[in-house]
């Protein structure tokens, strides 16, 4: 895959880490980026992400092939919807939003014609922010979820698909719903029980928190506007997740209880065989 | 601090690094190691943690200045309440148990005059086990905890405070049930959140297990038995900080069911503020 002209709308850490993936591969002749400040753009200019920083999204996108949008997920389905109109006929616009469902029905129903939009989730990220932690390799054999839906242009579905291998990723096609409920599970629901645990610390014990208090707890140090609109856009499927994580913590609660030794010993076995799977 | 012959009883991951840390350092003039199989004094022999290894613990510990006990904390009371009889006049016996009413409660009352005993625990380790990762810096600028009740000898505890603080590690002293309703918080309950985390995780959701589930769950790859025996011990806090933590939960879950949007903002950033505290 070779574009002529690739937008990175928000160029921090996912952002950032699309433009060097793509620069190094080879994958856009020239990365243009957008951001609100001039202060970000510069800083991507110089760590290399980007060619060209534009403060103007609609001008930006309207010298794009693909359009990736980085942004938080409570601004994506608007700066999309508004970028529309200003596309190139057969422009290729996606996202890299932890939430798929709500950005997808809202781009779906506001596009024009001849412009394409297929939703995006790079399973890839840390707690931290910004475009000093993009990585080339952010993408290297990680998953990212495509979406489709019964609106989604074949064509344009196989150019994401390509976007993202040709940035080293693995990609796998989802309904949207899907991917939301998929990630309830092993993203938001981790997320609302680290901030949790995180939150239950009193100062005076914070000498007493060792490296699995620091490993349970670490996307706990995520930021607060990111996360309250991941949840808010995935509300039910979270807490059907949380519902079923009750269920289970209660389960182990009872076992502890009655001191039935055997069968937490058990349940921490199977979960051991799982956390095993998963590999470091 | 120089020890003449320093034993350790259990040759795995925290008995490994204790044994590289007190030769590393120049703390002990002779390491003993005991072991229940000849293949892992023979690993711990290779990789260095330790001059001799022995099978028969009695022999070992009759030959101690200081010995440490870092086996299973369901082990750690009858190993060393066994050892008391054999133990040279002033010699000082301590533990790396993960819990400590217990293991300090069954041991004050089973040793002879003139064998001393402290306990303590080194907040440090991980979820792998075995000398293989043994590490001589596993201590440096840890914190270990070391108990203090009416019946412990006051110089004992000073040697006990002085052997961690040659090894590296800051030193605290606290009495033995108010270190237990600490880690039952900061190590213990994340380690049963970690589980019902990890064990929630249907097989064909394994791909979806990002760097965030990965992180939350790490401590779920821990020894079952290991953890089923420290759970069992500190029992009654364990419950007690499920308590609170489920009421923690709560307010998290009703803030998304009512979408009280900036409620859960400002518990995400409170929850922030306390991880970015703790470093990476």
Redesign the interface.
């Known amino acids: 895959m070779r574009i002529k002209t690739l937008t990175i709308v928000g160029v921090g850490l996912i952002g950032g880490s699309i433009g060097l993936a793509a620069k190094r591969r080879g994958v856009a002749v020239r990365v243009l980026g957008v951001g609100r400040q001039q202060t970000s753009l510069q800083r991507a200019l110089e760590v290399g992400a980007i060619d060209e920083g534009l403060l103007d999204i609609h001008d930006a996108v309207s010298k794009a092939d693909v359009a990736v949008f980085c942004t938080p997920v409570d601004r994506i389905p608007e700066q999309i919807a508004g970028a529309g109109p200003y596309c190139k006929p057969g422009a290729l616009l996606t996202d890299a939003g932890s939430t798929k469902a709500h950005i997808v029905r809202c781009v779906e129903a506001a596009l024009p014609d001849g412009v394409y939009y297929v939703g995006s989730h790079p399973?890839?990220?840390?707690e931290k922010r910004g475009c000093d932690f993009a990585d080339a390799d952010l993408f290297q054999d990680?998953?990212t979820?495509v979406t489709q839906t019964d609106q989604t242009d074949v064509n344009a579905l196989e150019r994401t698909k390509s976007f993202w291998n040709a940035l080293g990723s693995r990609v796998?096609v989802l309904d949207p719903e899907d991917h939301d409920e998929?990630?309830a599970?092993?993203?938001h629901?981790?997320?609302?029980?680290?901030?949790?645990?995180?939150?239950?610390?009193p100062?005076e014990?914070?000498?007493?928190?060792?490296?699995?208090?620091?490993?349970?707890?670490?996307?706990?140090?995520?930021?607060?506007?990111l996360?309250?609109a991941i949840?808010?856009q995935n509300?039910d499927a979270?807490?059907r997740q949380?519902q079923?994580?009750?269920i289970?913590?209660a389960r182990?609660?009872s076992m502890?209880?009655v001191?039935n030794?055997t069968a937490?010993?058990?349940?921490?076995?199977?979960?051991?065989k799982?956390?095993?799977?998963?590999g470091?």
């Open positions: 399973l890839a990220g840390s990680r998953l979820v796998r998929a990630v599970l092993t993203s629901l981790p997320h609302v029980v680290a901030a949790a645990l995180a939150g239950s610390l100062s014990l914070q000498d007493f928190a060792a490296s699995g208090f620091r490993d349970t707890t670490r996307i706990a140090a995520g930021d607060p506007e996360w309250t949840l808010a509300r979270v807490l949380l079923v994580f009750d289970g913590l182990l609660r502890l209880e001191k030794w937490l010993n058990g349940l921490l076995a199977q979960a051991k799982v956390r095993d799977a998963l470091s």
